[in-house]
């Protein structure tokens, strides 16, 4: 079973940048749909930034001007820039994305392990 494999969490403090990348743990066919999602302790898991079904980008009010997602499709593997970074945006960070295995005609959505993102001086 292909997974994702989201790294470049890590301690910061406010005001620093991260980037996260997520990668498949094997080669695929194809990677559609590719989002990012934050859960902070006690809270319900919440949408960051993704790619739209037509190719825009929508990001959550709080990260807006803050957070970029991009992605590099030879190497199909997604990534989050996160600057100017606040404490409020500690949480852990998962990756989502509909997944085609070569040789299966059908996508899978599927979660990362998420990367734990802790912001504060």
């Known amino acids: 079973q292909v997974q994702l494999v989201e790294s470049g969490g890590g301690l910061v403090q406010p005001g620093g940048s991260l980037r996260l990348s997520c990668a498949a743990s094997r080669s695929v066919f194809s990677i559609n749909a590719m989002g990012w999602y934050r859960q902070a302790p006690g809270k319900e898991r919440e949408l960051v930034a993704a790619f739209t079904s037509g190719g825009n980008t929508n990001y959550a009010d709080s990260v807006k001007g803050r957070f970029t997602i991009s992605r590099d499709n030879a190497k199909n593997t997604g990534y989050l820039q996160m600057n100017s970074l606040k404490p409020e945006d500690t949480a852990v960070y998962y990756c989502?994305?509909?997944?085609?295995?070569?040789?299966?005609?059908?996508?899978?959505?599927?979660w990362g392990q998420g990367t734990q993102v802790t912001v504060s001086s």
């Open positions: 989502n994305a509909d997944i085609r295995p070569y040789g299966s005609g059908r996508y899978f959505n599927t």
